[in-house]
């Protein structure tokens, strides 16, 4: 494929859509066509889906939660994301396959291995060319979320040790894949972080 999909991941509050939209800025700066997209919700159908998953009151099923990421990622991937990529054109995208296993995996109840492998066959296997990971402890994050003063979803709702699982399963998939993952330190400003990612994606660009 001619494009390049460049996914962000980290805590709620990590700074995600602030780095997204500089580096999208910067590439179209540069003269490159840039998708900003999102997981879950970058469809239509993936409105509906993340309006469930992320606001539906009361229990869902881990494996039925699973799924439903899954779902929206596999039509979001298809109708969306590998058009733009056959296109040439650079996909920048707020969170992707890492979510799951990190999320759905830090409940404990389910095994990341299986939530990867069910987020590859939805997608049909496609990886992104560089995953973005801002690190930010959990108080942190949790800390500029309450002065944004943004409604919480029911992840954000969960207890802290489990954003700090989620924030160590991160690094645990880094670590697993060096040559994928840009680690960065999310309490940097946020001059110095975007200037970190230039570096990486201008590498990248040749
Ligand atoms: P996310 O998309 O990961 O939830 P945001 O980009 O919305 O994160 O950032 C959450 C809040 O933190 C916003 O108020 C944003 O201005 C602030 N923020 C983002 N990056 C930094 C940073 N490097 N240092 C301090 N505050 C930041
Ligand atoms: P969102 O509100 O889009 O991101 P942020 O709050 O970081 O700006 O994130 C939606 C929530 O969905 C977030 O708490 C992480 C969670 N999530 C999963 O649990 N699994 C997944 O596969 C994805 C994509 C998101």
């Known amino acids: 494929m001619a494009g390049l999909f460049i996914t962000f991941e980290g805590g709620d509050g990590s700074g995600k859509t602030t780095q997204i ?4 800025s910067w590439l179209e700066s540069e003269g490159h066509t840039v998708v900003i997209t999102r997981e879950p919700g970058g469809t239509d159908l993936g409105t509906e889906l993340r309006n469930i998953i992320l606001h539906r009151e009361g229990f869902i099923a881990p494996r039925a939660e699973a799924l439903l990421y899954a779902a929206d990622r596999s039509h979001h991937i298809h109708t969306l994301v ?6 040439g054109e650079i996909v920048v995208q707020d969170r992707y396959l890492d979510s799951s296993v990190a999320y759905q995996g830090a409940g404990r109840v389910l095994d990341p291995t299986e939530v990867r492998d069910i987020s590859l066959w939805a997608t049909e296997n496609l990886m992104p060319d560089l995953t973005v990971v801002l690190d ?6 949790k800390a500029r979320q309450a002065a944004g003063e ?32 840009l680690v960065i330190d999310g309490e ?17 660009l040749g």
């Open 21 to 24: 939209n500089l580096l999208a």
């Open 82 to 87: 590998r058009p733009a990529l056959k296109r």
């Open 188 to 204: 940097s400003s946020i001059e110095e972080i975007h200037e970190a990612i230039v570096v990486k994606v201008s590498d990248l």
């Open 136 to 141: 930010v402890p959990a108080s942190v994050a």
């Open 150 to 181: 943004r409604q919480y979803d029911r992840l954000e709702a969960e207890a802290e040790d489990f954003h700090t699982r989620v924030r160590e399963s991160y690094l645990a998939l880094a670590a697993e894949e060096p040559e994928r993952f």
